[in-house]
């Protein structure tokens, strides 16, 4: 597992706050959204802002944002690739 890695999961877990979890406990291929972490639209939203502010990384459309919030590997993936 990469920093970047650790680092996204971090920043997941605490964006929405997702007390029961632990970047150890995330695995990277498990479904984001809709999945068992519970992560819905709203939350989306929330995590492109912080990848904005944080990471300069900008998702502008629907069908961007149903690739790179699949799993946290696809996340991890388009924040290394546009940054």
């Known amino acids: 597992m990469t920093d970047l890695t650790t680092e996204l999961k971090q920043r997941v877990i605490d964006t929405l706050d997702l007390i029961d979890l632990t970047?150890?406990?995330?695995?990277?291929?498990?479904?984001?959204?809709?999945?068992?972490?519970?992560?819905?639209?709203i939350d989306v939203l929330?995590?492109?802002?912080m990848l904005e502010q944080d990471y300069g990384v900008s998702i502008?459309?629907?069908?961007?944002?149903?690739?790179?919030?699949?799993?946290?590997?696809?996340?991890v993936r388009y924040v290394e690739e546009n940054t």
């Open 23 to 41: 970047p150890e406990t995330m695995d990277v291929q498990a479904q984001l959204v809709g999945g068992a972490f519970g992560i819905d639209s």
């Open 60 to 75: 502008d459309t629907k069908e961007l944002g149903e690739q790179v919030f699949r799993t946290i590997e696809s996340l």
């Open 46 to 49: 929330e995590l492109v802002i």
